[in-house]
């Protein structure tokens, strides 16, 4: 029986939140972890707006990393001065939930263009792409975590899995997930394209996330607001 009612840890609940203040009482670092494009070209594209096939999926994560596009070479691709011009662009697919004030429809639509002709999966918003949870299954190996919680968006439905699963072909709605021992939390928020992985010291100093994720280290400024209107 599930008796885990109220969340361990929650994704911070506003925008302007500063990630390394939310989390400073369970963690001393937070890695923003975007979730790669995918380079599938066997298949059509998915309509824009609609979620990656389950079959792309189950391929991509049968072809790993050479299924993948990273941020930065989208960036360079078209022409963007940095990954944060590319979570802007991101911003205005999916839901589209991006308010006016901080959207950029010309990048967008660039970004668009650029996938359309070259066959690339934009990656869908709210979970982890087949490749993230590859990467993810080898970060929880280093770190020694056979088995952690996962848990739907806000934390809700929590329930042990074996972090091997991460290697299946399927791909696992689990935007929530984090180690027993409290010392690790992987979150990704309903709109977002990427994800936050916190630390604590301990679990840094035997796996540093920038060695199996692309992303980078949120200083004392970053929250969801950059590449949104912080474009630094």
């Known amino acids: 029986m599930n008796t885990m009612i109220k969340p361990i840890f929650s994704y911070p609940d506003h925008d302007e939140n500063l990630y390394l203040s939310w989390f400073k009482d369970s963690f001393s670092s937070v890695f923003v972890a975007t979730?790669?494009?995918?380079?599938?070209?066997?298949?059509?594209?998915?309509p824009q707006g609609?979620?990656?096939?389950?079959?792309v999926n189950s391929v991509a994560k049968q072809?790993?990393?050479d299924a993948g596009i990273s941020w930065q070479k989208i960036s360079m691709l078209c022409g963007f001065p940095s990954i944060a011009y590319v979570n802007r662009a991101l911003g205005l697919t999916g839901s589209k939930r991006?308010?006016?004030?901080f959207s950029c429809p010309a990048d967008t639509a660039t970004m668009l263009k650029?996938?359309?002709e070259q066959n690339i999966f934009i990656p869908d918003e709210g979970f982890l792409s087949p490749l993230s949870e590859l990467s993810l299954a080898s970060f929880l190996k280093e770190l020694e975590h056979d088995e952690v919680i996962v848990?739907?968006?806000?934390?809700?439905s929590p329930r042990p899995m074996k972090s091997e699963k991460f290697l299946k072909p399927e791909v696992f709605p689990t935007p929530e997930i984090y180690a027993q021992d409290k010392s690790i939390y992987v979150s990704i928020y309903t709109d977002y394209h990427y994800f936050l992985v916190c630390q604590t010291d301990a679990s840094r100093s035997k796996a540093n996330p920038a060695n199996y994720f692309d992303g980078f280290f949120a200083n004392e400024n970053t929250n969801d607001l950059w590449g949104v209107s912080d474009l630094s």
């Open 63 to 65: 072809r790993g990393a």
């Open 50 to 55: 609609e979620w990656i096939p389950d079959e």
């Open 114 to 116: 650029l996938c359309r």
């Open 35 to 46: 979730n790669p494009f995918l380079n599938i070209p066997d298949f059509p594209l998915n």
């Open 151 to 156: 848990a739907d968006h806000f934390g809700t």
């Open 98 to 101: 991006l308010s006016d004030k």
